[in-house]
């Protein structure tokens, strides 16, 4: 087994990229790596950008977790703007009821680039606005939702162009997240 091994400074901690996919993922969230994308084979099929946007994660979630921003409650979900079938599958994860994959549909991508796009937030380097954004939190019901949300936008719509471009956004913020001199 051929292993790497990273260390942010900024957080103190190693992360591993190793044979399954990728590693040092916190305990809270061991459960829904799979469906995160974080595990082989779907792991590889992404690619490379996908690899970096999820090294990027990995580092934004330590850095929310450290600084204790804790995953949202059902009524901070219920009013915030995520996409719907994103709220759906944290409303099952808050409450452990089981998530209906239907309501997922080729329009998934859509729904998903409009609602970035809608942020505003793109070219934004105020970190303390992002911080201020509803679902910037650490655990299922936090950022991990936008991981998942890619994961199912290249599954049910493409990862072409305009995905690789949100991704490559998003990837910018958990760059900001993780470096924050707030947190």
């Known amino acids: 087994m051929s292993a790497l ?3 942010n400074w900024r957080t103190s901690h ?3 990229y190793d044979s399954v996919g990728l590693t040092g993922i916190p305990a809270a969230l ?4 799979e469906d995160l994308g974080l595990l082989r084979p779907e ?3 992404l690619g490379e950008s996908w690899h970096e946007f999820a090294r ?3 580092a934004a979630e330590i850095t929310l977790a450290k600084a204790g921003r804790n995953m949202m409650g059902i009524d901070e979900l219920q009013s915030s703007d995520v996409p719907t079938a994103l709220k759906a599958w944290g409303e099952a994860q808050i409450t452990k009821a089981e998530f209906d994959a239907n309501i997922l549909t080729e329009q998934f991508g859509d729904e998903m680039r409009k609602w970035w796009d809608g942020l505003g937030i793109k070219q934004d380097r105020e970190v303390d606005r992002l911080l201020a954004f509803t679902w910037c ?5 936090g950022i991990a939702m936008l991981v998942l949300g890619m994961r199912w936008w290249a599954d049910k719509s493409g990862a072409g162009k305009e995905w690789t471009r949100v991704l490559g ?3 910018t913020m958990w760059e900001l997240i993780a470096a924050a001199p707030s947190l």
């Open 43 to 45: 792991w590889d099929s």
């Open 56 to 58: 990027k994660w990995l």
């Open 5 to 7: 091994i990273l260390f």
């Open 30 to 33: 061991s459960a829904i790596r």
């Open 14 to 16: 190693l992360i591993l």
């Open 169 to 171: 956004e998003i990837a």
């Open 137 to 141: 939190r650490n655990g299922k019901v």
